[in-house]
C-alpha cells in the first residue's frame, strides 16, 4: 500500500496533523542540509547534487514508499560505491548506474523479493557497515587536515593510506583547527542544545568564521567547487557509452541491494520506534522510483536514512507530509540561501562525516559480537569486514554471504542423524500392538532434513557391509524435507540394497516428503511400493 493512501486512511493527513509534520520536517530538513552535501563530495560530485538527491528521493519515497514515516536521501553506505564509479565512468555513468538500480529495485518489488532480503546475515551486514565506516573515516582526513595529498577516487584502500600517512608533516593548522572545532560543536551542541542539531551548528558557526576572516589555504566549496548555483534541477539524461553502460550493470546491482538492505532496515527501525507496520514490497518499489527519478534531475542514488528518520519520528512526524516539507524546505534553501554556501568549509563536512562513520561502524556492537557471537558468525563478520576495506563491498558481500550460507550448511548437517533402532527399545511403543520385529529385521530412523549438506553422511553410514540384513525399515517422521540431492542419495542407496536382495521399507514420512518420494520414483523400488503410515503397519507386512 502506497505510505500516502494508508496515511490518508488512517486520518494523518487531516488538518490536526499539519503542525507536528511541519515542524518535524523542518527539522529533518536542517539535518540533512550538511548531511546531503558531505556525502555529495565524498561520492565525488557536486555539493548540490546532493541536495538534488535528497529533495526528489524524499518527496517520492514518501509519497510512494511502503513506510508512511521513511525519510530517503544519500547516505554514507553508498559513498564508497558510488565514488569508484565517479572516478572510473564520470558523473553520467554514475547517473546512469543509480538509474539502472532503480530499475532493478522496481522489479524486486514487483517480484514480492522485500522479505527475501531480511534473510542477508546480521555478521555480513554488521561488517560491510564497519568496513564502509572505516574508509568513509580514513577518506576524510585530507579535508579535515588540509592535507596537501592527491589520490584516485577508485585507488585501492592501503595506496590512500599510505599517502596520507606520508602527508601528515605537511598538514594545514589553521584547517585542523577549524576541522577540531567543527568535530566538537558536532558532538557538543545536541547535549547543550537539544533541539539545534550539531552537523547544523558546526556549520553555521565554521562557516561564519570563514566568511568573517577569510582563511588563508582553507578548502571551501566556493574554492573547490565554485558555489553552489541557485537554479533548480533541470531533466537531464544521463549521457553514456553503450560498453560503458554493460560494466554499469555489475555496480547497479551492487547499489540495488545495498539500498534495498538499507531503506528495508530503516523501515524496520520506524516500526519499532513508531509503532507502525511497513510494507516491504511497496518500500522497494518506492526506492526504485526515487533512484529512477533522482539522475533524471541531476541526483545519484539515495536509499531510506536511518538517522533522519529516527529524527523525523522524535520530533512528532507520522505521515509523509513530513518528508514532503523536508523536500521543500532544501528547494528553498538552493534557491534563497545558495550564495552562503561558498564559504562552508570542507573540513567541516568532514567533520561531519567522521560521525556518520562512527555511527555506521557501530563500533560497540561490532566489539560484543567478536566478543559473545558464535565462532563462525565471528569469521563471517570478520572476512566480510576486511573485505571490505581491502578489495570491495561486491567481493566482501558475496565472499561473506556465501561463506555463511556453507557455515549454515555445515551446522546443518552436524544435527542430522541417522541411528539404528534397538528391539529392546521398542518394545513398549510396540506393545499396543503386540507384534515384535521379526530376525533379520533392522530399523534406522533419520532425524533432520535431508539434504544436499548431508548426503555424503548417508553414503557413509549406509556404506556396503560383509552382512546385510533381510529387511531394513526406514523411519521417516522426523525428517521436515528431502531435496533433490538428498532424494537421489537415498534412491542409489535403496538401489544398492536391492540388488543385494535386502528389502527396504519406508514409513512414517510427512505428506510432503512422501510426495516427494513417490514422484521420483523412490517408492517404487521399496518394499510394499508406498511409504507405509506406522512403524507397526510396515512390521506386519513383512513377509
Known sequence: MLALVEAYRAGLLKPDN?????????????????????FAIASGVKPEQGLYT??????????????????????????VI???????????????????????LLFMGFLKLGTVIKFIPDPVIV??????GVIIFVGEWKDFLGLPVQTPLNAHFYIKLLALINAFPHLNWTTAGLGTL?????????????????????????TMLQAAFQFNNVATIGSTFGGITQALPQFHLPEIQPAHAVNLIGPAFTIALLGAIESLLSATAAD??????????????????????????????????????????????????????HSIFL?????????????????????ILFVVAYNMSDIPHFIHLVKHAPRYDILVLLTTFILTIFTDLVVAVNVGVILAMLLFIRRMSEFVAIEQ????????????????????????????????????????????????????????????????????????????????????????????????????????????????????????SLP
Open 272 to 325: 519499532g520506534m513508531a509503532g507502525t507496520r511497513h510494507h516491504s514490497n511497496q518500500e522497494l518499489i518506492g526506492q526504485g522510483l526515487a533512484n529512477i527519478f533522482s539522475p533524471l534531475f541531476g541526483g545519484f542514488a539515495a536509499t531510506g536514512a536511518i538517522a533522519r528518520t529516527a529524527t523525523n519520528i522524535r520530533n512528532g512526524g507520522n505521515s509523509p507530509v513530513s518528508a514532503i516539507v
Open 182 to 206: 567543527s568535530l566538537l560543536l558536532v558532538l557538543i551542541t545536541p547535549k547543550l542544545l537539544k533541539r539545534i542539531p550539531g552537523p547544523l551548528a558546526a556549520m553555521a558557526i565554521t
Open 82 to 104: 558510488l565514488a569508484n564509479i565517479t572516478a572510473r565512468y564520470g558523473i553520467d555513468g554514475l547517473q546512469t548506474a543509480t538509474l539502472f538500480a532503480g530499475f532493478i
Open 421 to 540: 533402532q534397538d528391539h529392546g527399545t521398542l518394545k513398549d511403543e510396540l506393545s499396543a500392538d503386540h507384534i515384535t520385529p521379526p530376525k533379520g529385521t533392522v530399523i534406522y530412523t533419520i532425524q533432520g532434513p535431508f539434504f544436499f549438506g548431508v548426503a555424503e553422511k548417508f553414503e557413509r553410514a549406509f556404506a556396503i557391509t560383509h552382512s546385510d540384513p533381510q529387511n531394513i525399515i526406514f523411519r521417516l517422521r522426523d525428517v521436515p524435507f528431502m531435496d533433490v540431492t538428498g532424494l537421489q542419495t537415498f534412491n542409489e542407496i535403496i538401489s544398492q540394497f536391492h540388488k543385494r536382495g535386502v528389502h527396504v521399507y519406508l514409513c512414517e514420512a510427512n505428506p510432503n516428503v512422501a510426495a516427494k518420494l513417490t514422484n521420483i520414483g523412490i517408492t517404487c523400488q521399496a518394499s510394499g511400493g508406498r511409504v507405509f503410515n506406522t512403524l507397526a503397519e510396515t512390521i506386519r
Open 54 to 79: 535528497a529533495i526528489i528521493s524524499a518527496l517520492i519515497v514518501g509519497v510512494f514508499g511502503g513506510s508512511r514515516v521513511q525519510i530517503a536521501g544519500p547516505t554514507g553506505a553508498f559513498v
Open 331 to 351: 528547494t528553498l534553501v538552493i534557491v534563497l540561501l545558495a550564495p552562503f554556501a561558498s564559504y562552508i568549509p570542507l573540513c567541516t563536512l568532514a567533520a
Open 18 to 38: 499539519w503542525l507536528p509534520n511541519l515542524i518535524a520536517g523542518l527539522i529533518v530538513g536542517v539535518v540533512a542540509l550538511p548531511l546531503a552535501m558531505a
Open 127 to 132: 561488517g560491510f557497515t564497519a568496513g564502509i
